[in-house]
Each structure stands twice: as structure tokens, then as C-alpha cells.
């Protein structure tokens, strides 16, 4: 086991915004300016800030129940999908396509598709590469943590500020029944005695990261049944290790991906199982992640965008193009620029404070209600009260719209995923979707189209106050599906 530590008192958070106490070794003074154009460490990041991934990384010194290996690390990539494998010279003519075509581009991550550190010679010699050309790009891993502690020094030396670990337990029995075997020191080791020997690599890993400075998110997957408890003592020992973000993902295990949970028939976690215990790690001082999109080991773009295909090596051209230093930092000054949104009038408190609305938006980014509701692939969930507006996930759905015709079996998943919201913020949508979503007791909104989210569901909220004063609807308290259903009813 590694040396003690001194345990790490962190301060609680302000809204959105992590805040270390001056104890921490991340209590740095630059520490806003190191997240807030990065989309995974920052919630409001990942509105206008794009990350790409390079698949550098194929091998793999563990097994995962979660993982088959003929797909993509499910430590940070939906299973299912294979990434076009990379040398670091092809993932730096990559990055300059993509820094040319994608302005918002800020973080290049290494993340599978098998283990970035299990990979250490590629991973770090592509580091090296694109720092060269691209300085201003921020550099971000993410590995199981087997090898972390033989590389903490090459990735100070890289100026890789950002590093993700996946935890998914601290007590080696809990571990067995995930892990089925890692290779460690030149051999293979089974069951809880491999489970330990990750335990303690990891824990080793994570302290010496938080001494140097390096921010460390922990990754940890939901697995219902093994370790959905056991995530709330997962979180107490990575916050006192100085880790400073926790993203808590659901397991996936569709069968078909092969994997060991999947044969087995193991099951994901409801939404509401996980905003449950991501609640409850949430309210410790440590930020919980809630906008993680489990993206694939080549993602390219916005999170939840999935432009990977457009940047194909075979789509390259024959030359690469120079880095675009000045529309880079066009892009950023104009962010800056950018006029803050209007506000809406304040509800009045007393009521406000009492009522907490669900929504669902359909936004292609830009912070902005901009999608047609046929069109997404996803919605983005907020809860709004009189304190405000808070993002709290989003919810994956198949397109309603396929080829100009609306499918009924796309509406059954979207009325599934968005059961417990009070109203959906859409950019435009049909009368037949929109009277399915009334008939589930979802009201649709089209009249905040291309404006900003955050005033628009404050202005809904205290707009839906005043309908509920005058007793044109009755309100339910958002819960699980059957109690939504008929909740919204205009009289
Ligand atoms: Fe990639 Fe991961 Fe870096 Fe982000 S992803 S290596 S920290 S740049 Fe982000 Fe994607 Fe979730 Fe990962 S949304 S899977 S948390
Ligand atoms: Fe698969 Fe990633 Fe686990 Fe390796 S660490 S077995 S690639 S999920």
C-alpha cells in the first residue's frame, strides 16, 4: 500500500464551479483558467468548447466485465463502436484537420481505445507531438490507473494537466467480481488478489498526480448489484486523495456488445438510480460530473456530437493544413465579447421556492434552444426553481424524425427518457409528437426557439407560476414515470 496521506479538507462548491480549500495541492490560483474552456471539467465548458480524442492507445493490461475487446476502453467510450487506430504522426495530422475545421477545439484526449499508460511510448510520443504544433491544446488522458504510478513524471514533463482515472471500487472483494484478471510485474493475476494490486496502483497514482498539481477526474461505472452502494465510499476516498471531479456513468451491457455483464444479463441503472447516487456524491464537496457523453475513443467536437466520420484518415487531404493560431483566438474573443443574455423578471420568491420543474431542451450547442425536437439525438435535462436553473444530465433518445417521417417506436424511447419532465424546450416540432408528449403529461415550448437556455426556463418557470396561481394546472412534483403521467393538465 502506498505511504498515508494527509487527509485533504476541501471546501464545498459554488454553483457550477469547484472550489478547492487552500489545503489542497489543486488549490492553485489559475484553477478557473485551467477548466473553464475544458468541456468535461467544466459543465459550462462543454457548451462551447470541443474536445477530440486520437486512438493511439490499443492495448489493454486489464480486463474489464464491461469491456469486449474487439470494441473501444468502456472506461470512457460507449461499447459497440471501433475507432480507427492511429500512429501519433496520423493523430497529429488529424488534430491540424480538425483544429482548422472546428474552432472550438480545445482539449486532444488519449483515451483508448484500450489503455492510454498501457500504451505509454505512443501516448506520450504523440503528446510530444502535437505540443509542438499546437501549444495552446490541452492535453488529457485517461487511463485504469495499473501503470500510473511508473508515469507520473512524464506526464508533468508533457504538461498533460488533466487525467482520468476509472475507480470503480476500493475494497478488493468488490473488485474481483468486476475485474476478472489484470497483468501486472510480468504476469497475469486473478480474482481479489489482482483487485488489490489495482486498488492500491490506483490510489498510489491518484496522490501522486494531486502532489504535482495535475487535476484528476475519477471515472467510476454504476453496476447495479456490485458496486451502486459502494460508489458513495469511492467518492469519500478519491475527494480525501485530492481527485477533483467525480463522474459517475451508467454501465452499459447490451448483449449484443459481448461483454461478460451483458452475457450475464446484468442491468444498467435506471436514470433515476443514477441522478440518485450522483446526487448523494454530490453533496460532499467534491463536483460531481453530469454531462459525461461516454464518447468513443476517436469523438470528435462538442460533447454529444458525434463527427468522428467527417475526420476519417481517408478523408484527409493530401496537406495538411497550418495550425489556425488567429481563428482560434477569434473564436475566444468572441465568446468573451459575446453580450450576456436578458434576463426575465424575478419570480415572485415565496412560491418560487416551492416549485421545481423538470425540462427537457433540444440544443445543438451555443447554450441555445436550436434544435428541431425530430432531429435530436439527445436531450439535455434541467431542474428550475426560484434559485435558478441546473443542469442535471441529459438523456439519450433515437431521432423521432427518420427520413421525413415520424417513427412511433422513436417516440415510445423519447416519451421513456423524458418521463419525469414537466415540459420540453424545442426549436420547432409536429402536431403529432407534440400531442403524444401532451398525452404523457409533457407540455412542448417552442416559443423560446434559438434563445438562450438558461433565461428561457427561468422566465418558463415563473410563466408556469403564474398559470398555477390562477389555477390553470395542477402541479406534480417531478418522480418516477407513472406519477408524471397526466401531471401537466391545463384546465
Ligand atoms: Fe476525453 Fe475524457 Fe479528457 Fe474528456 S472525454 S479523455 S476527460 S477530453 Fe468527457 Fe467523453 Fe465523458 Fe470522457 S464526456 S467520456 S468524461
Ligand atoms: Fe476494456 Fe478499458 Fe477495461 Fe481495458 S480498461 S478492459 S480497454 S474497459
Redesign the pocket.
Known amino acids: 500500500m502506498p505511504a498515508a496521506t494527509a487527509y485533504i479538507p476541501l471546501d464545498s462548491f459554488g454553483p457550477g464551479r469547484p472550489v478547492l480549500s487552500d489545503a489542497s495541492p489543486q488549490a492553485a490560483p489559475d484553477l478557473d483558467a485551467r477548466v473553464s474552456d475544458?468541456?468535461?471539467?467544466s459543465e459550462s465548458a462543454?457548451r462551447h468548447f470541443a474536445?477530440?480524442?486520437v486512438a493511439v492507445a490499443p492495448a489493454c493490461n486489464i480486463q474489464c466485465n464491461y469491456c469486449n475487446r474487439k470494441f473501444d476502453c468502456s472506461n470512457?467510450?460507449r461499447p459497440g463502436v471501433v475507432s480507427e487506430r492511429l500512429t501519433p504522426e496520423q493523430a497529429v495530422r488529424k488534430m491540424l484537420a480538425v483544429a482548422s475545421a472546428i474552432p472550438q477545439l480545445s482539449?486532444?484526449?488519449?483515451?483508448g481505445p484500450g489503455d492510454a499508460l498501457a500504451n505509454a511510448e505512443k501516448t506520450f510520443r504523440t503528446c510530444e507531438l502535437v505540443r509542438r504544433q499546437a501549444p495552446d491544446l490541452?492535453l488529457?488522458?485517461?487511463t485504469n490507473g495499473l501503470a500510473l504510478p511508473d508515469h507520473i513524471d512524464d506526464i508533468v514533463r508533457h504538461g498533460i494537466d488533466?487525467v482520468?482515472i476509472t475507480i470503480n471500487m476500493i475494497d478488493a472483494e468488490v473488485g474481483a467480481q468486476i475485474y476478472p484478471w489484470i497483468f501486472y510485474d510480468h504476469r497475469r493475476h486473478h480474482g481479489v488478489a489482482a483487485a488489490a494490486i489495482l486498488h492500491q496502483r490506483q490510489m498510489q497514482g491518484l496522490e501522486m498526480l494531486a502532489e504535482r498539481g495535475v487535476l484528476v477526474?475519477v471515472?467510476s461505472v454504476m453496476i447495479p448489484g456490485i458496486n451502486d452502494t459502494h460508489l458513495l465510499d469511492v467518492n469519500r476516498a478519491v475527494r480525501e486523495r485530492g481527485a477533483f471531479l467525480h463522474?459517475i456513468?451508467p454501465l452499459i451491457s447490451a448483449p449484443e456488445h459481448g461483454t461478460r455483464f451483458g452475457l450475464d444479463g446484468r442491468r444498467a441503472p435506471t436514470a433515476g438510480e443514477l441522478k440518485a447516487l450522483q446526487d448523494q456524491c454530490g453533496d460532499g464537496a467534491m463536483q460531481v460530473?453530469r454531462?459525461?457523453?461516454?464518447?468513443r475513443a476517436d469523438?470528435v467536437g462538442l460533447?454529444g456530437e458525434d463527427r468522428a466520420a467527417e475526420f476519417a484518415l481517408a478523408a484527409l487531404g493530401e496537406i495538411d493544413p497550418p495550425y489556425p493560431r488567429e481563428a482560434r483566438r477569434a473564436y475566444r474573443a468572441g465568446l468573451k465579447a459575446a453580450a450576456p443574455a436578458a434576463q426575465p423578471s424575478a419570480p415572485p420568491v415565496a412560491l418560487s421556492e416551492s416549485v421545481c420543474l423538470t425540462v427537457a431542451v433540444a440544443t445543438r450547442g451555443d447554450d441555445r434552444i436550436n434544435q428541431h425536437f425530430g432531429h435530436a439525438s439527445e436531450f439535455q435535462i434541467f431542474e428550475v426553481d426560484g434559485a435558478g436553473a441546473r443542469f442535471i444530465g441529459h438523456r439519450r433518445v433515437d431521432h423521432y424524425c427518420q427520413g421525413g417521417y415520424g417513427e412511433d417506436d422513436a417516440m415510445a424511447t423519447v416519451l421513456a427518457a423524458l418521463n419525469d419532465c414537466h415540459a420540453v424546450f424545442v426549436a420547432k416540432i409536429g402536431n403529432c409528437p407534440r400531442e403524444a408528449l401532451r398525452a404523457a403529461g409533457i407540455e412542448t415550448v417552442d416559443r423560446y426557439a434559438q434563445q438562450a437556455i438558461d433565461p428561457s426556463l427561468r422566465d418558463y418557470h415563473f410563466d408556469y407560476l403564474g398559470r398555477l396561481a390562477a389555477g390553470q394546472l395542477h402541479h406534480a412534483a417531478r418522480g418516477d414515470a407513472l406519477l408524471r403521467q397526466g401531471a401537466f393538465v391545463a384546465v
Open positions: 475544458h468541456p468535461c471539467y462543454h474536445r477530440m480524442h470512457e467510450s482539449v486532444l484526449g488519449i483515451a490541452k488529457c488522458l485517461s488533466h482520468t477526474k471515472n463522474n456513468m460530473m454531462h459525461c457523453r461516454q464518447c469523438a460533447l
